[in-house]
């Protein structure tokens, strides 16, 4: 052997223990030759997007997906498929799901995912049709709903719901209003508009920072729902719907007069109070006892009567119980079944009927005629029991 074919056996080996070498050698360390820098295993796993408590509690979670987006790989056709899926079965599942529309809820997809919310239809109908003469019970349902859900995102949310129930109950009250003037010709045939009350609260001076009233209502006066007369009342509200009318809380030159009249022609305000079917329905029902149906109307207007005595008016007076008041109003409680069955719109209007007498007699009192010929002729009558 020469010594030149000796060097290029030499060389040959070198070559091949290279090439061996180099197919053995981590690719790591090819990587921290070239000055890149290594990740180890633990450094990926913190990389590694991990499951969110959303979807495992809602089974919505797929480890290819994640797979995907942890690659970057992610389509929005992959996005849209995700969104879909949030949208139906989690509506079922979850309580987040069902309320994705609230502010800072979080839907668990990642940064940069839109979500399209379907926003809920109006209830069926059911077996009972929508009727302009009667309440439907679905009305109730939502006014049960909105008092526990009383925000303005559930509200926006549940526009549908609020719209028909709106609605029904505006129909009601024009078919109301129809009956109502022939029981008492001084109410004027007005629109809707202005005989409902909204169903917004002025919470400006509130401690109830809640926007929305849980009830429906409305008032007929000789002015509407606003004005200084007499006024009868509706209000629907599960299981606190009621009927009544009269004064609430009025302000102080109509309460004088009412006082006023009291004192000196008690007799005119018992005489209505004694009326049978008054008794009946708004004063639970009392004898004809002068006594007490004034003791049951005074229960009635406790909340806002005064402690004492009025000013310029003796302790001693015996019609003090009266006096006190600062409230002249009477009501009455209707069941759920009542007021959305067939019979609602005659019972409300008998009721209101009853009260018509009580209506009169006040806004004869705090809005007199011009001319004033009853209250002169009987001004020096009666109990004169002012200090």
Do not use: C
């Amino acid at each position: 052997m020469t010594r030149s074919s000796s060097r290029r056996d030499v060389a040959s080996a070198s070559a091949v223990t290279k090439r061996k070498k180099s197919a053995t050698t981590p690719l790591d360390s090819r990587r921290s030759k070239r000055g890149k820098p290594s990740t180890t295993t633990s450094e990926v796993s913190d990389v590694t997007p991990r499951r969110s408590r959303y979807f495992e509690k809602n089974n919505l979670e797929n480890t290819s997906d994640l797979d995907s987006e942890a690659s970057g790989e992610v389509s929005q056709e992959d996005d849209a498929i995700q969104i879909r899926t949030l949208n139906t079965s989690s509506r079922k599942s979850s309580k987040k799901g069902e309320e994705l529309w609230r502010p800072g809820i979080k839907t668990g997809l990642g940064p940069g995912k839109e979500v399209f919310v379907e926003l809920p239809k109006a209830r069926e109908a059911g077996s009972i049709p929508y009727m302009k003469t009667t309440i439907h019970p679905n009305t109730l349902l939502f006014l049960g709903d909105l008092r526990n859900n009383n925000d303005r995102e559930w509200l926006k949310v549940h526009d549908a719901d609020y719209r028909t129930s709106q609605n029904d109950f505006n129909s009601f009250i024009e078919h109301l209003t129809e009956k109502i003037i022939e029981k008492d010709e001084t109410i004027p045939e007005l629109p809707v508009k202005d005989i409902i009350f909204r169903i917004y609260r002025d919470i400006r001076f509130s401690k109830d920072p809640t926007p929305y009233k849980i009830y429906f209502s409305a008032a007929w006066s000789r002015t509407g729902r606003k004005g200084p007369y007499a006024a009868y009342y509706l209000q629907i509200q599960p299981g606190q719907t009621f009927v009544g009318g009269g004064l609430w809380m009025p302000e102080a030159r109509s309460l004088e007069f009412l006082r006023r009249d009291v004192d000196r022609k008690p007799h005119k305000l018992k005489q209505v109070l004694l009326e049978a079917r008054l008794r009946k329905e708004f004063l639970g029902g009392v004898g004809k006892d002068e006594k007490k149906a004034v003791k049951a109307f005074a229960a009635h207007n406790s909340d806002t009567a005064l402690k004492t005595k009025p000013k310029g008016y003796a302790l001693e007076n015996e019609n003090i119980e009266l006096l006190r008041l600062r409230s002249y109003t009477v009501g009455k409680r209707l069941r759920d079944e009542e007021i959305v069955g067939p019979d609602a719109l005659d019972r409300i209007a008998e009721l209101i009927g009853i009260l018509t007498p009580f209506i009169t007699y006040l806004n004869s009192v705090v809005m007199p005629d011009d001319d004033g010929s009853e209250d002169s002729s009987d001004e020096n009558n009666g109990a004169g029991g002012a200090d």
